[in-house]
């Protein structure tokens, strides 16, 4: 599935920020769905995952209780809403679908289509 991810943009600590991802064909469904990032110097990590219709969802730690993953399958998109931001949040937010037999998955080896990602810049 090809994917496009967007919503990227320079705030302030405790602001918000919603990222969207959209897939361009009709498979979009049939894939779970996750969030990463990758911060200057850092290597990517996982943030967020949905399963196929939303039913389940992960999170990494320390975004728990702050960013929430919805989807909208029939809009072919996938959403991070992220709420009270910390300039640690900065870094580009890619989004990822997987099609393996997994139900749901935090890690990035399990998904094959990757999006071009997003900015995000918090500052202090």
């Known amino acids: 599935v090809q994917l496009q991810a967007y919503g990227g943009g320079l705030v302030q600590a405790g602001d918000s920020l919603r990222l969207s991802c959209a897939a361009f064909?009709?498979?979009?469904?049939?894939?779970?769905m996750g969030w990463f990032r990758q911060a200057p110097g850092k290597e990517r990590e996982f943030v967020a995952a949905?399963?196929?219709?939303?039913?389940?969802?992960v999170y990494v730690d320390f975004v728990e209780g702050r960013f929430t993953i919805s989807r909208d399958n029939a809009k072919n998109t996938v959403y991070l809403q992220m709420n009270s931001l910390k300039p640690e949040d900065t870094a580009v937010y890619y989004c990822?679908?997987?099609?393996?037999?997994?139900?749901?998955?935090?890690?990035?080896?399990?998904?094959?289509?990757w999006g071009q990602g997003t900015l995000v810049t918090v500052s202090s």
């Open positions: 064909d009709h498979t979009f469904s049939t894939y779970y």
């Open positions: 990822a679908g997987g099609d393996t037999r997994a139900f749901i998955s935090r890690k990035s080896n399990e998904y094959n289509s």
């Open positions: 949905t399963s196929r219709r939303g039913g389940r969802t």
